[in-house]
């Protein structure tokens, strides 16, 4: 017959394909060594006293804390507490949402202020109002907020719960600010 | 069979560098035709050489501050610091590992103008062209990833800006982020540290195979020259180590010069990707694709008169946007009105440039002209020649003498200022002694 030579050659040709494929495929593994994946923790974790406030003052902590200076000064892990100047708590994400430069609170102004190109946010709500951050569209121009609970205390603990995503904003327009702050 | 005699050494020395050469011949060192030239010739033509000799000097130094530098997040900077201030003969090394960073950076740029200009992507040529202007992507590259190492404020908004670019990219970028991330800062520095001192080189160094011409000028005053520059400008202008990045404090700090360009386009508040990473690439696009579109048989740029245009508006657009990025407004309050770039302002004027190109381009430079009238070369008689190579043999001995003392006397940016001098002064010296053994050859 003819094409018995040219089938065979075909029935080799696959049989290779198949042992390439066996081989390689469980190197796509190797993917996920790229990535260092998440454990995931999500500690209650006390922050401060509101005695240690007092309207218009901040402080910065970094959650999860590790202990270890090396993991938590990550600029990921930087949040920032702030009484406002009415007094109200709010604990923001200190990752700038334009380009991940971390912003600080000046309070005589009642804004955070970022000092890579300038993004202006509220101390109310960590919308911002203006630099390169107002401009991008809704709703990637707000800092993302982590709940915070209040004991009787006074000690403030933050949840783990995170209104938003780190470094890329918040769906400020859903819920009021006020919702991620609870007493207990 | 008895051993080779050889009546002198002159005589042994030539068999071995015989034998040598010949066995040369079977690796791939065969296919290149070094030049070494006797006399003077215009810096233009080699300035890839001179790109790759620095690139090497910044091999070799980086390589030896591996020996100290830490890449860890707490240690970073400390052990950079320890390096400029405690380690012995650690300043120079640094200075001249961050100097020829800059240095490599020009030379580039240069060589790539000069290219531009005189039409060399043409005429098979392309292969070298794109892999070229890969290179100088990846030289900036480079330099990025090696200045953020110094973990300092500088570095850590340099950082932040380019990890948030590359997260804003579209489609690839929320993959690829992480990637260079890992788990947070203490992970990022350690991958920048792999692909500053190994993976982006070892590209470079690969595409440099497929970049390089096989016939290869080698001239050795003018190399040895560009070293010594180094170490004066480094000696001159020390680089800063910086303020140490805490994350608690905001400081406006402009990036190194070759990103201010985009830093200034990052500043007039546009779409974040479309401003810091398509606007710049556009750049890269256009001379990727130049040999492709200029296909006229013509070399000299006074005949290509629309790209000497594009040319000369593209190196009027790098210096402007450079020092735009560089301008910060200290005059005003808050941080934001001293950083902003009006758009439209911004954006406008390089309508204007470009319109200004092409109006002086086609009025002006264009206009044919006589013949150039080749500038004679001095000749030296062998009896001053002899006297310039002592002249400057004297002054080579005199600065090392000096660097020397220096560097006793714990001033070790005047005394790498002293070593530079004494590396120019060497290369006149070598292109004194070539000079003058040649006139001293033929008798007049
Ligand atoms: S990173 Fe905050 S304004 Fe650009």
């Known amino acids: 017959m003819p094409d018995s030579g040219s089938s065979r050659r075909r029935a080799l040709k696959a049989m290779l394909t198949v042992a390439v494929l066996a081989v390689i495929a469980p190197f796509t593994n190797l993917v996920r060594f790229f990535y ?25 902590f970094s959650y999860p804390r590790t202990g ?87 000690d403030i603990y933050a949840t783990g719960v995170v209104d938003g995503r780190v470094g890329l904003g918040r769906e400020w327009k859903l819920r009021s600010p006020d919702t991620n702050l609870k007493r207990v | 069979m008895s051993a080779p005699r050889y009546k002198t050494f002159r005589e042994a020395v030539d068999a071995l560098i015989k034998w040598t050469v010949e066995r040369l011949e079977r690796t791939p060192f065969a296919a290149f035709k070094f030049t070494f030239p ?69 030379l580039a740029v240069f060589h790539l103008y000069y290219q531009y200009f005189s039409g060399r992507y043409k005429i098979k040529n392309e292969v070298l ?59 990022l520095i350690v991958r920048f540290y792999a692909l500053h001192v190994f993976i982006i080189p070892l590209l470079m160094l690969l595409l440099l195979t497929v970049h390089i011409p096989r016939a290869l000028i080698i001239d050795l005053p003018m190399i040895v020259g560009v070293i010594g520059a180094i170490f004066v400008v480094g000696g001159m202008f020390p680089a800063e180590i910086g303020i140490r990045f805490d994350p608690s404090k905001g400081l406006v ?66 210096v402007v946007t450079t020092v735009w990025g560089f301008y910060v407004d200290f005059s005003q309050r808050n941080v934001f009105d001293q950083l902003y770039i009006e758009p439209i302002i911004y954006y406008s004027s390089f309508g204007l440039m470009t319109w200004a190109c092409f109006f002086v381009t086609y009025r002006y430079l264009i206009k044919p002209r006589g013949k150039p009238t080749p500038a004679k070369p001095v000749v030296l008689s ?48 070598l292109h004194f002694y070539r000079h003058t053994s040649l006139t001293a050859a033929k008798p007049r």
Not at chain 1, 36 to 60: C, M, V, Y
């Open chain 2, 382 to 429: 062998p009896a001053s020649g002899a006297v310039a190579v002592a002249v400057t043999l004297a002054m080579v001995i005199a600065f090392g003498y000096l660097a020397l003392m220096t560097y006793a006397q714990d001033l070790p940016n005047v005394s790498m200022f002293n070593m530079g001098m004494a590396l120019i002064l060497f290369g006149l010296m």
């Open chain 2, 129 to 187: 062209w794109v892999t070229g202007i890969i290179l100088g992507i990846l030289t900036v590259l480079e330099a990025y990833t090696g200045y953020n190492l110094i973990l300092n404020q500088r570095a850590m908004l340099a950082i932040n800006i380019g990890m948030g670019l590359t997260f804003a990219a579209p489609v690839l970028g929320p993959s690829v982020a992480p990637i260079l991330m890992g788990g947070g800062y203490f992970d």
């Open chain 1, 36 to 60: 260092r994946e998440d454990t995931g923790s999500a500690p209650r974790q006390r922050i401060a006293n509101t005695s240690e406030l007092k309207p218009g003052s901040s402080l910065f």
């Open chain 1, 68 to 154: 270890d200076p090396k993991i938590d000064g990550d600029p990921f892990r930087q949040w920032i507490l702030i009484m406002t100047r009415d007094g109200k708590l709010r604990a923001y994400s200190r990752v700038c949402v334009h380009l991940w430069c971390l912003p600080i609170y000046v309070p005589e102004r009642g804004e955070l202020i970022c000092p890579c190109h300038g993004s202006i946010y509220k101390e109310e709500d960590g919308v911002a109002i203006a630099g390169p951050a107002a401009f991008q569209p809704y709703p990637t121009n707000a800092l993302p907020m982590m709940s915070i609970e209040v004991d009787e205390k006074g």
């Open chain 2, 38 to 106: 006797k006399q003077y010739i215009s810096p233009y033509g080699y300035l890839g050489t001179l790109t790759t000799i620095v690139f090497l000097v910044l091999g070799l130094s980086g390589a030896i501050l591996m020996f100290y530098y830490t890449p860890s997040v707490d240690l970073a900077y400390a052990s950079v610091k320890e390096i400029e201030e405690s380690v012995p003969f650690g300043f120079v090394m640094r200075q001249v590992h961050y100097h020829a960073s800059n240095f490599m950076v020009l």
């Open chain 2, 253 to 318: 700090e402009v990036p190194e010069w070759y990103l201010t360009s985009i830093y200034a386009f990052l500043r007039t508040g546009s779409e974040r990707f479309w401003a810091g990473a398509l606007l710049p690439l556009l750049f890269a696009i256009f001379f990727l694709i130049v040999p492709f579109v200029d296909k006229s048989k013509k070399l000299s740029w006074r005949d290509r008169p629309f790209f000497t245009a594009m040319g000369i508006a593209s190196i009027l657009m790098i």
